[in-house]
């Protein structure tokens, strides 16, 4: 059975503080991985991870997909309250589907 | 550009009745997918389309159908809703498929309570 699997399910931290995000995956023709970040309405988009090791950044946000451990981690430093949200990553599976994981609820207390 | 769009954004429905949930989007996108959300269990794909013309069951298809209307317009259709269908749906579109790296835009999703 597919799955995406993200840990923790909810991390609650101080302002200023570092965290790290877990994100692992079991996919049948696994193509890419997604980021997202979803606050009170719909997912925005973060960052598409599909070469191993290559570290995209974007701000103060950063990711890194590992094919070899099936698992990717989202890193957001010096974290601000607009930070919390629900994040969510989702595995591309062949040419259309998206296998999302539960997601990971951030909550950024001043 | 006003994206993906959904309406209704909320709907109470008793159980046995039926609806029909739309969604448009303006970006010229070939590809269309219907999510919903459950607390706790991330999102979960019920149908896609492809392009115009073809629509395909995702992971959760069972008690739900769909029609793409035209290259804009993808609706789901609940025939005789169920307590289990209580959710919030969310909308997608994205140019080509997901496995071709283009980015799925969600609308802003449909909060549906089933009595």
């Known amino acids: 059975e597919d799955k995406v699997v993200q840990s923790p399910l909810s991390l609650v931290v101080h302002e200023g503080d570092t965290v790290t ?3 692992s995956y079991e996919v049948t023709n696994f193509r890419s991985l997604l980021w997202y970040k979803q606050e009170k309405k719909a997912p925005t988009f ?6 191993s090791g290559i570290e995209k950044k974007s701000g103060r946000l950063s990711s890194i997909l590992d094919k070899k451990e099936l698992s990717s981690i989202l890193n957001i430093t010096a974290t601000q309250t607009g930070d919390s949200a629900i994040y969510l990553c989702a595995a591309i599976q062949g040419a259309q589907k ?6 990971t609820r951030l909550t950024i207390n001043p | 550009n006003a994206g993906v769009t959904q309406t209704p ?3 109470v429905l008793k159980t046995g009745q039926s609806m029909t949930l739309q969604c448009a989007q303006d970006m010229n996108h070939n590809s ?7 607390p706790g269990m991330g999102l979960r794909l019920i149908y896609y389309s492809a392009s115009e013309g073809t629509t395909d069951k995702g992971e959760v298809p069972n008690g739900y159908n769909v029609s793409r209307l035209n290259k804009r317009e993808f609706s789901l259709r609940l025939e005789s809703a169920a307590p289990s269908q209580t959710s919030v749906y969310f909308c997608a579109s994205s140019e080509g498929g997901a496995g071709l790296g283009d980015t799925q835009y969600f609308g802003p999703g449909t909060r549906l309570t089933v009595l």
């Open chain 2, 9 to 11: 954004k909320f709907q």
């Open chain 2, 32 to 38: 269309m997918y219907w999510y919903r959300q459950d």
């Open chain 1, 21 to 23: 995000l877990n994100c």
């Open chain 1, 46 to 51: 973060l960052f598409m991870l599909t070469s």
């Open chain 1, 98 to 103: 998206l296998v999302f994981g539960q997601g």
